[in-house]
């Protein structure tokens, strides 16, 4: 059984800094692709940007481009989300997603393209 938990959310004023971790169990996380996502209140969840296998590829929704940097460390099983010059409306439960070990990347941005999911993390960010 494939686990993922979150980590590293909280309260930060505009313009700062927050790391999410997302730490995964079972399953083959090196072979997985890993994706991110939000949801804030009343709204559908969103996609935040995604990851490949290695790591080399990434995509990432407009909002977030030069602001949220994904990475990964297959060693330690673990994602991590960078968000940095954060806004308010950056407000939203987080979470990161694994899609199937050996699905090819294609930069997946559905969540109908991921198999297991964390709990999601609370970030808010005040004015």
């Known amino acids: 059984q494939v686990q993922l938990v979150e980590s590293g959310g909280g309260l930060v004023q505009a313009g700062g800094s927050l790391r999410l971790s997302c730490a995964v169990s079972g399953g083959s996380f090196r072979q997985s692709v890993m994706g991110w996502f939000r949801q804030a209140p009343g709204k559908e969840r969103e996609f935040v940007g995604s990851?490949?296998?290695?790591?080399?590829?990434?995509l990432y929704t407009d909002s977030v481009k030069g602001r949220f940097t994904i990475s990964r460390d297959n060693a330690k099983n673990t994602g991590h989300l960078q968000m940095d010059s954060l806004k308010p409306e950056d407000t939203a439960v987080y979470y990161c997603a694994a899609a199937r070990s050996g699905a090819a990347y294609g930069g997946q941005s559905k969540t109908a393209d991921y198999d297991y999911w964390g709990q999601g993390t609370q970030v808010t960010v005040s004015a």
């Open positions: 990851i490949s296998w290695s790591g080399a590829r990434m």
